[in-house]
T-cell receptor, first 111, second 115 residues
Framework: DTAVSQTPKYLVTQMGNDKSIKCEQN?????MYWYKQDSKKFLKIMFS???????INETVPNRFSPKSPDKAHLNLHINSLELGDSAVYFC??????????FGPGTRLTVL | AQSVSQHNHHVILSEAASLELGCNYS??????LFWYVQYPGQHLQLLLK??????LVKGIKGFEAEFIKSKFSFNLRKPSVQWSDTAEYFC?????????????FGSGTRLSIRP
């Protein structure tokens, strides 16, 4: 009965590969987010979807493409992975302007 | 540009010491304020939040924070820390009343507690 779940938890891949991370929330929230946390713990928002519509799209390489098939899911696809993409990626959800609930994170390592 | 500043990057305390972590934001309008905690290897969890009302907010695990509007601050406090409080602490600000408003996170403060 995890509120926000992400798969996979760990992802190790070679440069140039394409990979996806999935996120699901069962809280009935209307907004979902993707964050990137670097090795210094700095948390940077990448995307936000509200009711399946993209509302925040930060300066992120277009190799990153989010997809929201429905309100409860927000997936992140990454093309042509680079070394600098190595980080922990967190999915989160919220209802309107209330607090965000975070998923467990996906640790991506690009070799 | 709106920003959130956490001036303490790394704080080291002994058990039972009192804690205060600073958070300042730059936004003149109405804000919602949050403190999140990230224990080692885990995801962010909400400690407490302020939307309106009493500016002294009590959260989980004995934490509290005080909103001082004139100082644009929302400092986190705990009278007596425990070893289990070792974690990364993030202040966050939502400058607006819309989910479309981007919640801005501070750079985090690492808290290390010596047993």
């Amino acid at each position: 009965d995890t509120a926000v779940s992400q798969t996979p938890k760990y992802l190790v891949t070679q440069m140039g590969n394409d990979k996806s991370i999935k996120c699901e929330q069962n809280l009935g929230h209307d907004t979902m987010y993707w964050y990137k946390q670097d090795s210094k713990k700095f948390l940077k928002i990448m995307f936000s979807y509200n009711n399946k519509e993209l509302i925040i799209n930060e300066t992120v390489p277009n190799r990153f493409s989010p997809k929201s098939p429905d309100k409860a899911h927000l997936n992140l696809h990454i093309n042509s992975l680079e070394l600098g993409d190595s980080a922990v990626y967190f999915c989160a959800s919220s209802q309107e302007f209330n607090e965000q609930f975070f998923g467990p994170g996906t640790r991506l390592t690009v070799l | 540009a709106q920003s959130v500043s956490q001036h303490n990057h790394h704080v080291i305390l002994s058990e039972a010491a009192s804690l205060e972590l600073g958070c300042n934001y730059s936004y003149g309008g109405t804000v919602n304020l949050f403190w999140y905690v990230q224990y080692p290897g885990q995801h962010l969890q909400l400690l407490l939040k302020y939307f309106s009302g009493d500016p002294l907010v009590k959260g989980i695990k004995g934490f509290e924070a005080e909103f001082i509007k004139s100082k644009f601050s929302f400092n986190l406090r705990k009278p007596s820390v425990q070893w289990s409080d070792t974690a990364e602490y993030f202040c966050a600000v939502n400058p607006g009343y819309s989910s479309a408003s981007k919640i801005i996170f501070g750079s985090g403060t690492r808290l290390s507690i010596r047993p």
